[in-house]
């Protein structure tokens, strides 16, 4: 059956990076695109980016352009978020989710369990 | 501030039919499929409704989903005390290059 499990959350201060791992299995990694999606404690969901399934097309919100970057390992299917800067207001439950086709305009069909970053000194 | 409007909260007794709206512009809802998902408590979301108004195998017929034009509904029928969760449309934006969410909108079951 088809398993997205997130690792790597954690309390970081202000201005420091983390990064995010996306472990997939039971489908063919290579031929989805993926997305990263988080909700603030409290609030509701928000998209904050996608990779396509060759990871060569990329799209981020708005909020984290500049200081997220998203890439993926296909032969290992793993997917990562590298995140620098981090502010306050990137505390969330990250999700990643699966795209129901190959460069993320379709559905997300698959959700992690998410994992937990907190921003705070 | 989400530029998908829907209500913040619903709420209907068991056995009655609830809508939820969402509502958009021409970018998003207007040219784009809108799907649905369902957050019950202190869970992960999950796909409801996709393509407008397609259910993934396991979801009940009592859940529906209708576009029209830069708006689109979610409709639950035969409301049941299990259905209490929140709900978020969803669309890809052209202008944006990302996906839009709605705010989302809580579902009591009185």
């Known amino acids: 059956q088809v398993q997205l499990v997130e690792s790597g959350g954690g309390v970081v201060q202000p201005g420091r990076s983390l990064r995010l791992s996306c472990s997939a299995s039971?489908?063919?990694?290579?031929?989805?695109?993926i997305h990263w999606v988080r909700q603030a404690p409290g609030k509701g969901l928000e998209w904050v980016a996608v990779i396509s399934f060759d990871g060569i097309n990329k799209y981020y919100a708005d909020s984290v352009k500049g200081r997220f970057t998203v890439s993926r390992d296909n032969s290992k299917g793993t997917l990562f978020i590298q995140m620098i800067s981090l502010r306050a207001e990137d505390t969330a439950v990250y999700y990643c989710?699966?795209?129901?086709?190959?460069f993320g305009w379709g559905y997300f069909d698959y959700w992690g369990q998410g994992t937990l970053v907190t921003v705070s000194s | 501030q989400s530029v998908l409007t829907q209500p913040p909260s619903a709420s209907g007794t068991p056995g009655q039919r609830v809508t939820i709206s969402c509502s958009g512009s021409s970018s998003k809802i207007g040219s784009n499929i809108v799907n649905w998902y369902q957050q019950l408590p202190g869970t992960a979301p999950k796909l409801l409704i996709y393509?407008?108004?397609q259910r993934p195998s396991g979801v009940p017929d009592r859940f529906s989903g209708s576009k029209s034009g830069t708006s689109a509904s979610l409709a639950i029928s035969g409301l049941q005390s299990e259905d209490e969760a929140d709900y978020y449309c969803a669309a890809w934006d052209d202008s944006l290059n990302g996906v839009l969410f709605g705010g989302g909108t809580k579902l009591t079951v009185l």
């Open positions: 989710a699966r795209d129901s086709g190959k």
């Open positions: 039971g489908f063919t990694f290579s031929a989805y695109a």
């Open positions: 393509s407008n108004n």
